[in-house]
């Protein structure tokens, strides 16, 4: 079985929010190629993929009487949009923006989006 592998390119755009939430290349990678949700985005011709938070611990020190209760995960998603877009001869994978989501959305439903990004992409500042 033949894999196409395709080249990234991350938009200025998705890097300043990668530094405003807090987020790693290698973390949104992991997001891009394992996925829980896909969904189309809202511009056409994009898509947009995300996981779910992480589990964290409440306290750092972790008790022998504290190591049988369960962990609380934090709520939260972590959204990825990208667009493929055809070269000369190599397939690109364009990440144009990531952003965190506090909430848990429903599968189907409109993408959750903070309106800064929305406004940035319906203008037309992100290419």
Known sequence: MATSYRQLN????SKIKMRQYGL???KLLGILYKPERKEKGIVPGTMAVMKTNKVFFK???ITVAGAWQKPKKAPGEIWLMY????????PIRKIISAWRYPGISKPGEAIPIPEDIKNDIINGIIE
């Open 10 to 13: 991350w938009t200025e755009h």
């Open 24 to 26: 790693s290349k290698q």
């Open 59 to 61: 306290t750092k020190q």
């Open 83 to 90: 667009k493929d877009v055809k070269a000369a001869m190599v």
